[in-house]
């Protein structure tokens, strides 16, 4: 067994790959989207990390329901029904157009009609799925590197969703901006937000932060961000959380994201990297909390035990 179970991204070419996965996830959630009831935050859209990669986990399909699954072990991707049925796609360089052919090809052939929105979320400048004929790169090696290292912070934010009794979200990947996600709420409304993100209608926007929030997610980065880096957010932002002092000493506030920020690396390089990101994710969900003034002790808790009840239950 490795030591040091978290992968070290700093010699991969991240982004060609994580690019195309995001791309190509989007397709995906957007089937989910089509064909599943409209749940509280849109959380009846995202991945969830498996075994083998990313998968939609159940979707109705009239009397049966299928699940769409990238086995990132495979380098494919699985369409199943619960009738046996097993269609496959194979994840390989080639155009977004092709691939989102190959798909609704597969789906037809699963007996599954489902019309999406081609058009991107969530990206500037993006072109629709049926029209991106650029061929885009992806090496298995690296999304398989990338998907392990989901794993470890999926593994880290399971604790942290042990020590909040409040209501809190599943651990789960929004295609929109490919990050794995994990929120707390205080219990009381939010003002609308204001919306205006790419190619996300405003009520999307408004349901998703109708109410207040700390989230902490991990994502591959992009634009300034020139490598994965873990995040930590408030809406609303209460004056003065961008000044509060947060752990890890790796981490800062990014006025412009307004968000705080913690590189993987400074995680993965760490003597101890799960104390290293659970005191990132512990010390900014206070900032949140105290400067908002959340009844901490109602919807708090000490981590959970493994396979028994907590102390006092």
């Given amino acids: 067994?490795?030591?040091?179970?978290?992968?070290?991204?700093?010699?991969?070419?991240?982004?060609?790959?994580?690019d195309t996965l995001q791309l190509w996830s989007q397709i995906v959630g957007k089937i989910r989207l089509m064909l599943t009831p409209w749940v509280?935050?849109?959380?009846?859209?995202?991945?969830?990390?498996?075994?083998?990669?990313?998968?939609?986990?159940?979707?109705?399909?009239g009397p049966r329901s299928i699940e769409i699954e990238f086995d990132l072990m495979a380098d494919a991707l699985f369409i199943r029904d619960t009738e046996g049925l097993e269609n496959r796609v194979a994840l390989k360089p080639q155009s977004v157009a092709a691939f989102y052919g190959d798909v609704m090809q597969a789906l037809r052939e699963a007996g599954v009609t489902v019309d999406i929105d081609p058009m991107p979320c969530e990206l500037p400048n993006a072109v629709p799925f049926d029209r991106d004929q650029s061929v885009r790169r992806y090496d298995g090696d690296v999304a398989r590197v990338y998907w392990r290292t989901l794993v470890q912070v999926h593994r880290v934010f399971q604790l942290?969703?042990?020590?909040?009794?409040?209501?809190?979200?599943?651990?789960?990947?929004?295609?929109?901006?490919?990050?794995?996600?994990?929120?707390?709420?205080?219990?009381?409304?939010?003002?609308?937000?204001?919306g205006g993100m790419p190619h996300v209608s405003d009520a999307v926007a408004r349901d998703a932060y109708n109410q207040e929030v700390s989230s902490a997610g991990f994502w591959p980065?992009?634009?300034?961000?020139?490598?994965?880096?873990?995040?930590?957010?408030?809406?609303?932002?209460?004056?003065?959380?961008?000044?509060?002092?947060?752990?890890?000493?790796?981490?800062?506030?990014?006025?412009?994201?307004g968000e705080f920020l913690l590189p993987y690396k400074a995680v993965q390089s760490?003597?101890?990297p799960d104390t290293a990101l659970l005191d990132f994710l512990q010390s900014t969900y206070e900032a949140a909390?105290?400067?908002?003034?959340?009844?901490?002790?109602?919807?708090?808790?000490?981590t959970g035990p493994i396979g028994h009840p907590p102390d006092g239950v």
Wanted: charged share 15%.
């Fill in 270 to 272: 760490d003597a101890d």
């Fill in 40 to 61: 509280n935050h849109s959380w009846h859209v995202p991945l969830y990390l498996s075994a083998r990669g990313l998968s939609t986990g159940l979707i109705p399909a």
């Fill in 289 to 302: 909390a105290n400067l908002a003034q959340w009844d901490r002790s109602r919807l708090e808790r000490a």
């Fill in 221 to 257: 980065g992009g634009g300034k961000i020139t490598g994965p880096s873990f995040y930590s957010y408030a809406y609303p932002m209460s004056a003065g959380f961008a000044d509060v002092r947060v752990r890890p000493q790796a981490a800062h506030f990014d006025a412009e994201m």
């Fill in 160 to 194: 942290f969703r042990t020590r909040f009794v409040g209501k809190c979200s599943p651990i789960h990947l929004f295609w929109g901006s490919f990050d794995l996600a994990l929120t707390r709420f205080s219990g009381r409304p939010a003002p609308a937000h204001p």
């Fill in 1 to 18: 067994m490795n030591p040091n179970p978290w992968p070290d991204l700093s010699g991969l070419d991240l982004w060609p790959t994580t």
